[in-house]
């Protein structure tokens, strides 16, 4: 997941790089903020095992 919320950065650069239409610039954005909400919620919502069990 983290490497699709990288991808989606380097969409977005490149987008802003080729002066493409505000529009696509805004919507690639938008989808990237979604994104890492969605994963941060995913994040902070499991449950992680601190400990060490054998």
Do not use: K, N
């Not at 983290?2 to 690639?28: K, P, Y």
């Amino acid at each position: 997941m983290d490497t699709l919320i990288f991808g989606g950065m380097l969409a977005t650069l490149i987008a802003l790089c080729r002066e493409s239409s505000r529009t696509v610039v805004l919507g690639a954005w938008w989808v990237l903020l979604i994104a890492v909400v969605l994963l941060m919620a995913h994040h902070i919502t499991s449950s992680l095992a601190l400990t060490l069990s054998y």
